[in-house]
């Protein structure tokens, strides 16, 4: 098995619906995500998948939430648009475009800061 992964970053604001401190004021963050994939065989060429279409799917992925109001976004309606369920949101995502028989998104990684960071992995 094989774990590849690339970062990338967005910028949007957002608030924490129900939360009793500051960021439940509009507030906004750079965030930084990893987003990595686990391969279970190399192809012809001895590659995993291409960085290439990972960081491209990737890219795709987090224009829909690049420079937005996430509380405004339909997946964020009903859940908060926490680190948590960002990292999940783009899990989700990620995965319908990538899934196929030898590769699988294995986890996302948010960083609203340098030293605040949420990881979704399945099971």
Same mark, same amino acid.
């Given at each position: =098995? %094989? ?26 963050? *750079?965030?930084k ?10 192809d ?16 795709e ?6 420079h937005? =109001?996430? *509380?405004?976004?339909? =997946? ?8 948590? *369920? ?6 989700e995502?990620?995965s319908?475009?990538? *899934?196929?028989d030898?590769?699988t ?5 948010t960083?609203e800061?340098?030293?605040?960071r949420?990881? %979704?992995?399945?099971?």
């Amino acid at each position: =098995m %094989y774990e590849l992964s690339v970062t990338s970053r967005f910028a949007a604001a957002h608030q924490l619906r129900n939360y009793k401190g500051r960021c439940e004021n509009l507030h906004g963050h *750079n965030w930084k995500i990893e987003a990595a994939v686990a391969v279970t065989e190399l192809d012809e060429i001895g590659l995993g998948i291409d960085f290439t279409e990972l960081k491209a799917a990737l890219h795709e992925v987090l224009e829909a939430l690049d420079h937005k =109001m996430l *509380n405004e976004l339909s =997946m964020f309606q009903k859940d908060n648009p926490s680190s948590e *369920n960002i990292a999940r949101w783009i899990f989700e995502s990620l995965s319908k475009r990538l *899934n196929n028989d030898r590769v699988t998104v294995s986890r996302v990684t948010t960083w609203e800061s340098d030293e605040a960071r949420a990881t %979704y992995q399945p099971g």
